[in-house]
């Protein structure tokens, strides 16, 4: 016992101290300052941790614990252990990918254009035809990158059919998400149900407003230039982004100050990805936040979803063992606390008293916020029955690209490209845990609400109370926050209701 239990923590020390270094490599590469990724050279250091004996010693550890408790600390470990071996078996791979989409330029006109330019340049161009061309652009970059990426998608299924016994990938992460993944499809499907004809009539006026096309007819690419809802683009200015975030951290009762361990980089930089993320390289006590400002409601939207992932982290107990800071079972969580500070931009009185935004502005705001809520809802459902179904065959190309584009075309309302049949899937089934979040997520705004009201952001209490939350770590799972709160996992009820606002939104203006 005591030989598995040295085995084990030496495992976990090298864990910390390759992801520590795997999760900064990503960092100055994503933030525009290394040239070229290369998460392979870290994971070759460490190349003693990822090797098929290790995390096969480990698997067995695992499975063959009695004691609960060690069993799920053993669990955890082995499926990062194995993580780490895929990744290592493809990282050099992956980083070509991202080194050439870093190089990738094309010409749009007369302009050069960054391929990960692209997408921010889409949300903001208010030609129709000029998106069009610029969607085209990028679609042409990806398709240099798919026979990459499905080469990795055949090596990573081999190992962990071959090497490691899985009869699937869904059987596998199934197991280690402990997570029945079309239980959670079906209680989803229902509540689209539910919502399909409110969604459809107001998507139907709302194409039509802004783009003078039928709704059913235009690529999905336009509806990120919709979503930013540029007519408001005054009240959401890049320069007043970070004097916000700090005021609304204030109001929590968070010192902005006081949070030495979160790193905010906000600089300018060519090579710089546009869209925020947050970087945890070793939490709590070192988190990154880093964000390009380039102005606008989505940029308010996606640095206030990466700063809820920042707070989480940063203010986890550090006396926690690192299983339980940094080693989760899925990633739901965290992105139930991201979801709840990105949904402050749906909050009247956090767009009237924190934004500035007038009475009027801040109805229509939140009505559109809503309504596109309701769309990643709907497009991440159809991610999640697609990737279900991609899995089945991953090999057959052809069938994969068309059930891509109709898969999430039928369900969103816009059309999807054949050519993201990869590029849209994340590992792990990464929508799941999205979904799950949003489902919680509705539940938790309910409880703030109802105990400190609509103004819960404003008030300290509500700030202790999620300090108290994000200081246990990753040792909760999404359905234990459920749980706590009163209601049954997967329990859509919170999350239906905030859809019905719409039709009161809508008669109100």
């Given at each position: 016992m005591s030989l598995i239990s040295d085995f084990t923590n030496n495992v976990i020390k090298g864990i910390r101290d390759s992801t520590y270094e795997f999760a900064t490599e990503d960092r100055l590469s994503g933030a525009g300052l290394k040239g070229e990724q290369d998460l392979h050279g870290v994971l070759e250091k460490y190349a003693w941790l990822y090797e098929r004996g290790v995390v096969r010693r480990m698997q067995e550890a695992y499975r063959s614990e009695a004691d609960l408790h060690l069993k799920e600390r053993l669990r955890r470990v082995y499926y990062y252990l194995l993580d780490g071996y895929l990744e290592r078996r493809t990282a050099a791979m992956e980083d070509a990918i991202a080194s050439f989409e870093m190089d990738a330029t094309s010409e749009v006109g007369e302009d050069l254009i960054s391929y990960h330019d692209i997408p921010a340049l889409i949300t903001v161009e208010p030609d129709f035809e000029k998106r069009n061309r610029l969607r085209e652009t990028f679609l042409r970059i990806v398709e240099k990158t798919n026979p990459e990426r499905s080469i990795i998608l055949q090596i990573r299924l081999e190992i962990l059919q071959v090497e490691f016994g899985?009869?699937?990938?869904?059987?596998?992460?199934?197991?280690?998400?402990?997570?029945?993944?079309?239980?959670?499809?079906?209680?989803?499907?229902?509540?689209?149900?539910?919502?399909?004809?409110?969604?459809?009539?107001?998507?139907?006026?709302?194409?039509?407003?802004?783009?003078?096309?039928?709704?059913?007819?235009?690529?999905?690419?336009?509806?990120?230039?919709?979503?930013?809802?540029?007519?408001?683009?005054?009240?959401?200015?890049?320069?007043?982004?970070?004097?916000?975030?700090?005021?609304?951290?204030?109001?929590?009762?968070?010192?902005?100050?006081?949070?030495?361990?979160?790193?905010?980089?906000?600089?300018?930089?060519?090579?710089?990805?546009?869209?925020?993320?947050?970087?945890v390289p070793d939490p709590p006590g070192e988190v990154h936040l880093v964000i390009k400002p380039v102005g606008g409601f989505e940029d308010y939207v996606n640095f206030f979803h990466e700063a809820g992932h920042a707070q989480h982290y940063a203010n986890e107990d550090s006396t926690l063992d690192y299983v339980d800071r940094a080693m989760p079972t899925s990633y739901a969580l965290t992105e139930v606390y991201a979801f709840l500070m990105q949904n402050l931009t749906q909050n009247k009185a956090w767009l009237r008293n924190i934004a500035g935004l007038p009475e009027e502005a801040a109805r229509r705001v939140i009505y559109h916020a809503k309504l596109t809520d309701l769309y990643f809802l709907r497009r991440y459902v159809a991610k999640l029955k697609y990737e279900l179904d991609f899995y089945k065959e991953p090999e057959n190309e052809e069938r994969n690209r068309r059930l891509y584009a109709i898969c999430l075309s039928s369900v969103t309302g816009f059309l999807s490209p054949p050519e993201n049949y990869l590029r849209d899937i994340d590992s792990d089934f990464y929508s799941a845990d999205y979904l799950r979040a949003w489902i919680t997520e509705a539940m938790l705004r309910r409880h703030l609400e109802g105990t400190f009201g609509e103004e819960w952001f404003a008030r300290s209490e509500a700030g202790a109370f999620l300090l108290e939350l994000w200081s246990k770590g990753e040792s909760l799972e999404n359905e234990d926050v459920s749980r706590m709160l009163g209601y049954e996992p997967f329990d859509t009820t919170c999350l239906a209701e905030q859809y019905v606002a719409l039709e009161s939104l809508d008669s109100s203006m």
């Open positions: 899985y009869t699937s990938y869904a059987a596998y992460v199934s197991e280690k998400k402990c997570l029945d993944h079309h239980r959670l499809l079906s209680r989803l499907e229902k509540l689209l149900q539910q919502t399909e004809d409110m969604y459809e009539a107001h998507m139907c006026r709302w194409v039509e407003e802004t783009t003078n096309r039928k709704f059913g007819e235009i690529g999905d690419h336009h509806f990120s230039y919709m979503a930013g809802i540029h007519r408001y683009d005054t009240y959401f200015e890049s320069n007043r982004l970070i004097e916000v975030y700090k005021r609304t951290l204030a109001d929590m009762g968070l010192n902005r100050w006081a949070q030495e361990n979160i790193h905010l980089d906000a600089e300018e930089r060519p090579a710089k990805d546009p869209r925020p993320c947050c970087y």
